[in-house]
């Protein structure tokens, strides 16, 4: 893999340090610092004439920022001649925004996919898309990762019994039955209203959970109000335990502590987004690593591999 170089931005170094361990490759040096006016300055310290790059760079919080710094790489590669530019994004911001909901709002998701693709980049590798439809609003391949195989080897090898997959909303309803499916559990929807953005009651649950161990399926917890609420409709319903699994851990505002004071015996977690501290501190937020599962995706994008094999 002599033509391939990995860059990271600050967004989560402990990830992109594990993926270039996975794939016995050492980051590139690049220099990201701030002018006094908080405008970011990229600098590409090697030679990356010919090379094919994967700049590695969630665009967690702070979104914005973190997001311009992945921008400014990007360009500041094609402008030394790199041959081919990934962007490998595991948490892709603004996901949420994919379509309009009132009269006079952006597609925030459309925008930001226009910004990556017109700066330069050729690919784009992610995991867990908020809405899979969001893959058509860029003009190049993207890669669409799912955790699922990191989730389900956690949960095979902790949990037992009769099991029941939750689904928090009718949105996850494809994914918690594919879930249910490979897990051969039953299957359960929390019917959800929600009358402002981080703002949702759960309403009741359509399926049997009682005597059962519970297992909520999302892509992201970012208050956690969806989770919390759901997690007690289902305890209230007889459920024996309930846990939560969720990609993305955003956990903004008072999350750590709504999961604390939940029902929620367990909340499993990938690296997609670095954990604040108190999130690291907490008892019940386990944090599992996707990245041989993105250094495969790496490795097999470089060689022309087929992905295939990793959505199984």
Excluded: W
């Excluded at 893999?1 to 690049?30: C, D, H, Q, W």
């Excluded at 909520?216 to 024996?240: L, S």
């Amino acid at each position: 893999m002599n033509t391939m170089s990995l860059f990271s931005g600050n967004s989560n170094p402990v990830l992109a340090t594990r993926i270039a361990e996975y794939l016995s490759k050492p980051l590139g040096s690049a220099k990201l610092t701030r002018f006094s006016d908080g405008e970011i300055q990229v600098e590409i310290q090697e030679n990356v004439r010919r090379q094919e790059v994967f700049v590695i760079q969630s665009t967690c919080y702070p979104v914005n920022d973190n997001l311009i710094e992945l921008l400014l790489m990007i360009d500041a590669l094609k402008r030394s001649s790199a041959s081919y530019i990934t962007a490998v994004v595991p948490y892709f911001g603004y996901a949420r925004q994919d379509k309009k909901v009132l009269p006079r709002v952006p597609i925030s998701a459309k925008l930001v996919a226009d910004l990556i693709t017109n700066t330069g980049v050729n690919r784009l590798i992610t995991l867990d898309l908020h809405a899979g439809q969001i893959q058509g609003f860029f003009n190049i391949p993207v890669d669409n990762l799912y955790a699922a195989p990191v989730m389900l080897d956690y949960i095979k090898s902790n949990f037992s019994g009769d099991l029941a997959v939750v689904s928090p909303d009718a949105g996850g309803v494809e994914r918690a039955r594919a879930f249910a499916k490979r897990l051969n559990a039953t299957l359960a929807i929390v019917d959800k209203r929600r009358s402002s953005p981080n703002q949702a009651k759960a309403m009741a649950i359509i399926g049997d959970v009682e005597d059962k161990v519970v297992i909520i399926f999302d892509d992201m917890v970012d208050t956690a109000g969806t989770i919390t609420e759901a997690a007690g409709i289902i305890k209230a319903k007889g459920a024996k335990s309930v846990h939560a699994c969720c990609t993305h851990a955003v956990l903004s505002g008072p999350a750590v502590e709504r999961i604390e004071n939940s029902s929620l015996e367990t909340l499993v977690v990938t690296d997609t987004i670095p954990l604040k501290e108190n999130a690291i501190q907490s008892k019940k937020i386990k944090q599992l690593s996707i990245s041989k599962l993105v250094g495969e995706a790496i490795i097999r994008s470089y060689r022309g591999d087929s992905v295939h094999c990793l959505f199984v």
